[in-house]
């Protein structure tokens, strides 16, 4: 199994970017599809992006298309959200996770993902 670790959140101002990491242990994050969620106050958790091997093929929910880049460093094993003109909307607590289900396709639930990091919170201020 895999073991998966989330950093790089914080409080910025509307319009900043952040990149957030998710450190894969145990076993290489290309063995699984990959993804990343997130969950706002008082809201259900919700999906953000994934990765799909092999090929690296790559999905985003609609609201961070052409702001949100989901990527992974093999050398790594640690997958990358990078996330630019962000919004008070954006605000959330971003998990990793990994399905066992490597060619996972769309719709992305967070019932299909089997392990997920402790999460890391993301803030922004109007």
């Known amino acids: 199994q895999v073991q998966l670790v989330e950093s790089g959140g914080g409080l910025v101002q509307a319009g900043d970017s952040l990149r957030l990491s998710c450190a894969a242990s145990g076993r290489t994050f290309t063995s699984y599809g990959m993804g990343w969620f997130r969950q706002a106050p008082g809201k259900e958790r919700e999906f953000v992006a994934a990765?799909?091997?092999?090929?690296?093929?790559?999905y985003y929910e609609d609201s961070v298309k052409g702001r949100f880049t989901i990527s992974g460093d093999n050398a790594k094993n640690t997958l990358y959200l990078q996330m630019n003109s962000l919004k008070p909307e954006d605000t959330a607590v971003y998990y990793c996770?990994?399905?066992?289900?490597?060619?996972?396709?769309?719709?992305?639930?967070?019932?299909?993902?089997?392990?997920w990091g402790q999460g890391t919170q993301v803030t922004v201020s109007s």
């Open positions: 990765m799909i091997y092999p090929g690296g093929r790559t």
């Open positions: 996770a990994a399905s066992v289900r490597r060619t996972i396709i769309p719709p992305f639930r967070d019932q299909d993902y089997n392990y």
